[in-house]
């Protein structure tokens, strides 16, 4: 499959930051020396706006980073599955990465090594990812992901401070694990209460202390609550530690907040009862009584943690490494980080549930 002058290629190229990304080019010269990979050829980008404005050149690759384009008909039959490697269109540009996930409306969850990241493609915008030997196109073998309590793709909640007096817990996914001064940490993704990480919704992620990060609570079915039940209630974007004071019709409650005493009105799906992780281990919360949670009191004295053995979190880690600011007044767009889905399956809200 020999490439020329004037043909359609792809590139590629780490300019951007993207590893292992493939662009669609246009050959401006043909190679003299097929076998010299060095050789650098000129270019130019398919995509207008990837040609840099005002270059008195366009640009070189060596010829090692070109590649032909791969025929359509090597897709056909082509099943997706977890552990697929694939080409996703992102950005103008082909990114690989792997399949870890398959969602309902013919989508797919896709992790990226570098830079991390976890996003929702359709199928449409997918491709199997095909290696060029130089003579023939030869597709990878699934690869067999992890599964672990926090491996990539994995729904969790990380803790964050709300105006300096009360901890409160978002939902999150786990994009990948890493270690940073000899100190375990997770890149992740927080989730807005519809969880969802389309492509053109994909926001920036954070990292965070492994403190930091826990399970998501066991689903649990409550009918009624009655009053003075402890529970959560999700407000703005997280889990916030409330009183039940109010019970009305078609399952409304009024639910004081812990740390500020601002009252709720508030539908049954908002509510969850009230459960500590310590330990590795979900414990019961206090049924009548709360216990108020604060930086103050309820981290320092029950670290909540991700696993045995793992160092509590304080106010000044959870500010430092959640880089977030939770303002109860500001709206779930400003609250959130990124926004994401159930790597899963289809999520209800039942008791606790989003």
């Known amino acids: ?66 590649r032909p384009v791969p025929p359509e008909n090597l897709y056909n039959g082509v099943v997706f599955e977890e552990g697929t490697m694939v080409d996703a269109d992102y950005k103008h540009r082909w990114r690989t990465g792997v399949v870890i996930n398959k969602m309902e409306n013919d989508s797919y969850l896709v992790l990226f090594d570098c830079p991390p990241d976890i996003i929702q493609f359709e199928t449409k915008h997918l491709r199997a990812h095909l290696d060029w030997t130089g003579s023939e196109w030869v597709q990878p073998e699934v690869r067999e992901l992890s599964k672990s309590m926090f491996s990539p793709g994995t729904l969790v909640e990380v803790s964050c401070v709300i105006d300096k007096v009360e901890v409160s817990w978002v939902t999150a996914m786990i994009v990948k694990e890493i270690e940073e001064s000899g100190e375990k940490k997770f890149i992740v993704k927080v989730c807005n209460k519809h969880l969802s990480c389309r492509v053109d919704e994909a926001k920036p992620n954070m990292t965070v202390d492994s403190c930091c990060v826990r399970p998501r609570p066991p689903l649990f079915f409550v009918e009624e609550y009655d009053l003075r039940d402890c529970v959560e209630v999700f407000h703005g974007s997280s889990w916030r530690q409330g009183v039940v004071k109010g019970v009305h019709i078609e399952k409304q409650y009024t639910v004081t907040l812990e740390a500020t005493k601002d009252k709720l009105v508030v539908k049954h799906s908002d509510l969850r009862p009230f459960k500590v992780w310590e330990d590795g281990v979900w414990h019961n919360g206090p049924q009548q009584k709360p216990v108020k949670e604060s930086p103050s009191n309820a981290i320092k004295q029950k670290p909540m943690c991700s696993s045995s053995g793992a160092r509590p979190m304080t106010p000044k880690m959870a500010t430092k490494h959640a880089r977030i600011s939770f303002n109860p007044e500001e709206n779930v767009e400003e609250l959130s980080v990124a926004e994401t889905v159930a790597a899963t399956g289809k999520l209800e809200k039942m008791g606790i549930g989003l």
Do not use: H
């Open 1 to 66: 499959m020999a490439i020329f002058k004037d043909c359609e290629v792809e590139i590629f190229s780490e300019e951007d930051g993207f590893r292992n990304a493939w662009y669609r080019a246009i050959l401006e010269e043909t190679p003299t020396n097929p076998t010299s990979e060095s050789k650098k050829l000129r270019f130019s980008y398919m995509t207008k706006s990837l040609n840099k404005e005002g270059s008195s050149s366009p640009p070189t690759v060596e010829q090692r980073f070109i």
